[in-house]
């Protein structure tokens, strides 16, 4: 459990809601055949009871994310105490009472935290009763019990986690009473772990090949298609105990060509010709009214999609974010975002195929007579979806050009002044006229990405909101999950303790909150330019953070069914910036040396260890 509470309490009628639509999700589960899996006692519990059970042994998790202690720190029960035990057993029961039960069971005892009894790291002993309680206590309430462990934990502290200590901690339970999660296979596979002898304690017991993908949910184009279309095949040949494949991604809707692959493992037994299916997904997305010219088009469309964003070859760790969805700052050239660096800005793909593919896509779509032909919800959406990310990295690239115009221009005051010792190439801006018409540039392409993201429902924020609104019962109610709603994308806290992390290039979120904070940001240094005089990041930041708490509270309606015509403003758009997009695709603005990140399975690679 990484934080106890925020932004709540969470009203009773909330609750019963949710538990009325698990019960729908598991019946209608239970009727395809599926397994489903219930939660179990983890150990996290309220700090009163401290008081109430002075015989059991208690610690607090670390901080985690930088929240006050009044929202993380949660307290937790001893493995190796009774009360353990005894939560446990009734905290089965209970769910058993509640649902049913198809006998598995969720729990992961330290994710995001180092085993510990408070005075220091935990010892084999310690690590090896931690399981057997989990277990016992499952048991207790179930003695048909399977423990589903994720696997994230040894990735994310891969330092202490290794083999005297992984086997201390799995040994415990009988091997066919534990299914391991390797969550986050595609990128850092913890069950071959190359600091590891072979076979490692982990793949020696039964354990599933998984796809996370996505961080937050974002909206930026990414995948790993020539890994899951063939990796899954390999691991089940090497690895006797591979029992089966999964996603558990943290938003789904986004990149659907790598979902709709991954999803189509789970039958395949040989490895998948990831050039040949993308030429049929191709063919399916423009749907059956397509003729020969248009699929030859969209095939060599989404080849370059495929062989660019979607197959990325580094250990990057998720999608590649925005500039425009981070807080603005002059140095975001560096490639990461703040608080959660091991989200990249820098583009893992050549952004010329991209824009190649994009032409194509455009030309297959909107050039060729038509004869007949009506362009699928599918096929919109991606057209859509790819002018999104080209404007994304256009705006990136005419941003980088301004910061280098502004450093021979301005006195920077920041709180990073080392980020900015190299100087930018300043794409041909020469004067303060020069660097005005950019500041406007940049200013149009997120609200014209605004308007064109407004035509597809998937990329609505009004939508977001009014169905969280649903769920409240009175005005307060429906206030407060919209507040909730609201941080989640934002700021991620009370402070913004990891801002950002789930940002959406969403209609209504661009041009209700990432163009507002643009617009701060750029006048100011729009002003210090033309003055010649001090542009202060620092104190500006501060303007724009009471821009973003004003924001979480606001009560602006933002439309939740799409308006416009995609395929007209998308051509109006190539027409509008494909000078430019053409002519500064090629650029290098990037550093080239990143500052050394901190982030889940760094230490894996280089010795680092944990999030910070």
Not at 473 to 488: G, H, V
Not at 492 to 511: C, F, M, N, T, V
Request: with cysteine; hydrophobic share 40%; charged share 25%.
């Amino acid at each position: 459990v990484n934080i106890k509470g925020w932004a709540g309490p969470l009203p009773q009628s909330w609750i019963l809601g949710q538990r009325d639509l698990q019960l729908k999700i598991l019946r209608r589960e239970r009727e395809l055949g599926m397994v489903p899996v219930l939660p179990a006692f983890s150990g996290g519990v309220p700090d009163a009871l401290e008081q109430k059970h002075p015989e059991a042994t208690f610690h607090r998790h670390g901080n985690w994310g930088g929240f006050e202690k009044r929202y993380c720190c949660v307290l937790t029960l001893s493995p190796d105490s009774d009360l353990f035990k005894s939560i446990g057993q009734v905290f089965i029961e209970e769910v058993k009472a509640a649902y049913g039960t198809d006998h598995v069971y969720s729990c992961d005892t330290f994710n995001e935290n180092r085993p510990g009894r408070g005075d220091g790291e935990a010892s084999l002993s310690y690590l090896s009763s931690s399981s057997r309680a989990v277990f016992d206590s499952m048991s207790a309430g179930d003695d048909q019990a399977v423990w589903l462990l994720q696997g994230w934990l040894f990735m994310n502290d891969a330092s202490f986690w290794k083999e005297p200590q992984l086997t201390a901690y799995l040994s415990s339970v009988p091997p066919d009473r534990m299914l391991l999660l390797d969550l986050f296979t595609e990128v850092h596979p913890v069950w071959k772990r190359r600091d590891l002898d072979r076979p490692t304690p982990i793949e020696q017991r039964p354990w599933i090949w998984n796809m996370l993908h996505s961080f937050g949910g974002n909206s930026g184009m990414y995948g790993r298609m020539q890994v899951i279309g063939k990796d899954p095949i390999h691991a089940r040949r090497q690895s006797g105990h591979m029992a089966g494949i999964g996603i558990t991604t943290e938003g789904i809707e986004n990149n659907p060509a790598v979902y709709e692959l991954m999803a189509e493992m789970r039958w395949r037994e040989e490895e998948v010709d990831v050039e040949a299916w993308i030429r049929d997904w191709a063919d399916r997305r423009l749907g059956p009214t397509s003729h020969a010219r248009h699929r030859t088009m969209a095939r060599s469309a989404w080849a370059g999609i495929a062989d660019s964003a979607l197959s990325c070859a580094t250990t990057q760790m998720g999608q590649v974010k925005s500039m425009i969805e981070c807080r603005p700052r002059l140095d975001l050239f560096s490639g990461y975002i703040r608080n959660s660096d091991f989200m990249p800005i820098r583009r893992h793909y050549d952004e010329e195929v991209l824009v190649s593919a994009w032409l194509q896509l455009c030309a297959a779509m909107i050039d060729s007579p038509h004869d007949g032909f009506l362009p699928t919800a599918a096929s919109l959406f991606d057209i859509a979806d790819v002018t999104r990310q080209v404007l994304s990295d256009l705006f990136a690239r005419l941003f980088v050009h301004l910061v280098g115009f502004a450093q021979s221009r301005t006195q920077i005051s920041t709180r990073s002044p080392q980020s900015l010792a190299s100087r930018l190439p300043p794409g041909g801006l020469k004067t303060t006229g020069d660097a005005e018409e950019r500041v406007q540039l940049l200013v149009g392409i997120i609200a014209d990405m605004d308007r064109l993201l407004g035509t597809q429902d998937m990329f609505l924020l009004g939508r977001w909101l009014a169905a969280s609104r649903e769920w409240g019962s009175t005005q307060q109610e429906k206030d407060l999950m919209e507040f909730n709603a609201r941080n989640l994308i934002t700021m991620w806290g009370p402070r913004g303790e990891i801002s950002d992390y789930a940002s959406k290039q969403w209609s209504g979120l661009l041009g209700g909150y990432y163009l507002q904070r643009w617009k701060l940001f750029l006048t100011a240094l729009s002003s210090a330019i033309k003055q010649g005089g001090v542009f202060d990041e620092v104190r500006l930041e501060r303007e724009i953070v009471s821009f973003e708490h004003s924001w979480q509270k606001d009560k602006t309606h933002y439309p939740s069914t799409p308006k416009g015509d995609t395929l007209a403003i998308v051509q109006e758009l190539r027409h509008k910036y494909l000078q430019l997009i053409e002519a500064t695709a090629g650029d290098s603005i990037y550093a080239q040396d990143l500052p050394t990140v901190h982030a889940p399975g760094v230490d894996i690679a280089s010795g680092h260890s944990r999030r910070v």
